[in-house]
């Protein structure tokens, strides 16, 4: 499952919290860091106005995400996930993450 978190919150938070009793995955990062998948997650600015494209001028642990303190708000993508991969536990005040949640069957 997709996730939306809450701004600063990280992925191993999100996919975490009891009610959902999921772990985050971090391989799937590279499939949800698409503009196409972000604008399913947050169809409308935040001005309401629908997203119709995404900044790919951002790297970092704690993306792909939703920036929306900047006006007009902002879906970011990492363009670079080979030298600052996404990870389960980066997180930012100023963005809310796309967290890729899983269940793990216990082993044994």
Known sequence: AFVRGLVGESCDNVCGKKERGLTCASEWFKHINKCDVLIAAWPKSSSGD???????????????????????SELLLNNDLDVYPSTCAGSSATTERLCPCEYRYPKG
Do not use: A, E, I, V
Not at 55 to 63: A, F, K, M, S, V
């Open 50 to 72: 629908p997203h119709r494209s995404c900044y790919n001028g951002y790297y970092g642990h704690d993306l792909p995400g939703f920036q929306f303190r900047k006006t007009p």
